[in-house]
């Protein structure tokens, strides 16, 4: 059993920055590919970014490809996304989930999900 807790979500400018964190507990964490998604109203569930379980190979959606990076902390059991140059666009409730698949982007893929943290971003 794998839980996640995101956290770091806020309201930013056009053009600023946030950094997501998602603190995961469970004895496999360490064992599964981690991933960032996000969500807003009426619209389907969208792949941000991935991360290996090794956190060697990280994969990103072409929105935020060049604005974001994906790490994780093995020792804090802890996953984050820099997001900066925001947009109005990526507003959105934003998701961490955990996979037994390295680099997913399908939440089809993804086991345990978190509760969501909301970003807003004013232009």
């Known amino acids: 059993q794998v839980q996640l807790v995101e956290s770091g979500g806020g309201l930013v400018q056009a053009g600023g920055s946030l950094r997501l964190s998602c603190a995961a507990s469970?004895?496999?964490?360490?064992?599964?590919?981690l991933g960032w998604f996000r969500q807003t109203p009426g619209k389907e569930r969208e792949f941000v970014a991935a991360?290996?379980?090794?956190?060697?190979?990280?994969y990103y959606a072409d929105s935020v490809k060049g604005r974001s990076t994906i790490s994780r902390d093995k020792a804090k059991n802890t996953m984050y996304l820099q997001m900066n140059r925001l947009k109005p666009e990526d507003t959105a409730v934003y998701s961490c989930?955990?996979?037994?698949?390295?680099?997913?982007?399908?939440?089809?893929?993804?086991?345990?999900w978190g509760q969501g943290t909301q970003v807003t971003v004013s232009s």
């Open positions: 989930a955990a996979s037994p698949y390295s680099g997913a982007d399908s939440p089809d893929k993804y086991t345990y």
């Open positions: 469970g004895r496999t964490f360490r064992t599964y590919g």
């Open positions: 991360i290996s379980w090794s956190g060697d190979a990280t």
